[in-house]
């Protein structure tokens, strides 16, 4: 597939994409990844609408290929990260973020990602650390503050 057949489905998806994360939409992106999994455009609208759709698992493995090839698209390990964890899938959710901090250690939306990954894992004491590293940065930090609270509430300190 060429790019311009490539171009000319993601405009055909657009025009099924009223509302984020249509199925027919989804389908003929579907389609044209199949064919062409290097088009950037394609990658980041696939990743997009499968997250809108709540398909977390396919959106993660998508962003995670796409990351791994694109290593400059870093935003894109985050993405993996955050959709392995909204699909349940802590351990890779983990191993996800844990290789983007590796990369950059202080980027605040992976550490509370990683402190909210770390809690489901009943890993408190990182989940803390986690949480102690993203509100130096922003002390007002809404995620980093709710888990905060969870852990308080468990006596985590």
Known sequence: LDMEEVDAMLIEARQFQNKK????????????YRKSRNHIQLNKTLVNMHLHAGNFRRA?????????????EFEYIYIASFAYKRAALFEKALETGERLKLRFPDMLKNLSNLAEIYFYLKEYKKSLEMIRRALKQDPENIRALLI??????????
């Open 21 to 32: 994360g249509n199925p027919t939409a989804i389908e003929i992106l579907e389609n044209a």
């Open 60 to 72: 993660a493995k998508i962003a995670e290929t796409f990351s791994e090839t694109h290593p400059n």
């Open 148 to 157: 905060k609270k969870k852990l308080a509430a468990l006596n985590v300190k």
